[in-house]
């Protein structure tokens, strides 16, 4: 199975999964978020990227006329050692890895090379390159001109200067630990949903989210079974799928002003969220559409969700990102649920006023007029209601 993802707001980022790319699983020893380095010491070299060329990775950001970008969701990390201490200490990052003891290192038996979300730390040992640490996803970009390291006794210290100072980054690499724990700065209470044909894939993937996130887990699909008595499918042939439409657009209203929710929603025609004029209440959080494709690369499933978003008709569409499966398997709903977070984080990056626009609209109360936010008395049933948009 692959994913890729979208978000949909402010251009297109894609993001693409394989399992043959495993999360970095290493142990990381948080030190104090006010301390950058440790007390001084003799060190030996002090190196700056901006003082010699460094290796250029894949270029993972790429600007066209859809001011769009493409990351891998799952970092792929090499590492020889898992000792290493991660610091945040608020415009930068500092990372250090324990040297084998034992050796006396130069500056000339160590290479750092980093990107703007890459970073490859080796160190020549009996005349090979031993890899310390590579990835191609750092939790959030760094300014590659601005890293300097130097090795304090048996530690490597590679010093990262932030693109964005006031996100605080769980850890070095961006991991499903690390997008669970970022996720609540940015997210700041706002609830997920969950919408796509299947149910069974939304009800999946959501709960792995609400389990990661802390989240309250809620299901449309046991609400309305709970209150019907009757299970989706007898309550479809008994009064038509538009009764069950209906019914959990009623389920999402009373939802709206709930906040730290993770919400499945029906798939399939009887949904209300494949409903275009049904989304009134599903703006007033983050919503997901997972969404299966025959695409094979990245690039296909990138144009087939633009393609997805000119379908106006298609309630889906409204989404704020797009998950792309080619395929499906329970055991990676996690994955997914990954690829979800990942593209969900680049999304709110790009305006973080996004989620105080969520609060606003739900209580302004729910009107449908997202994302152009009209004024408090704005009558969404009055063709010559307010025009000026409200922030």
Known sequence: MAAFASSTASGLATIFYSPSLNPFTGQATFSSPFRIRSTPRIFSGFHSLRRRGFRKFSQNVTADRFNSFSCNCLSAVSTSTIDYEFTDGGKEVELRLRLKTGEILSPKDISVDADGTSLAVKEKRNGLLITLLETNQLFEKIMPSETIWYIDEDQLVVNMK?????????????????????????????????????????????????????????????????????????????????????AESSVLESLSSHVRTVVSTLGGKHGAAGRADKWRHLYSGFTVWVSQTEATDEESAKEEARRNKQERDIGYSNADVVVKLQGWDPTHAKSVAQAALSALKQLIISDKGLPGKKSLYIRLGCRGDWPNIQPPGWDPSSESGASQKFT
């Not at 989210?209 to 499918?233: H, M, N, R, T």
């Open 162 to 246: 932030k693109v964005d100072g006031e996100l605080k980054w769980p850890d070095i690499v961006e991991s499903w630990e690390s997008l669970t724990a970022g996720m609540m700065q940015l997210l700041k209470g706002a609830s997920i949903y969950i919408v796509g044909d299947s149910t069974e894939i939304n009800q999946k993937v959501s709960r792995e989210l609400a389990v990661g996130l802390g989240y309250s887990p809620l299901d449309s699909k046991e609400l309305l079974e709970s209150f019907s008595k009757q299970a989706i499918d007898s309550w479809i042939l008994a009064e038509g799928p538009d009764s069950v439409t209906e």
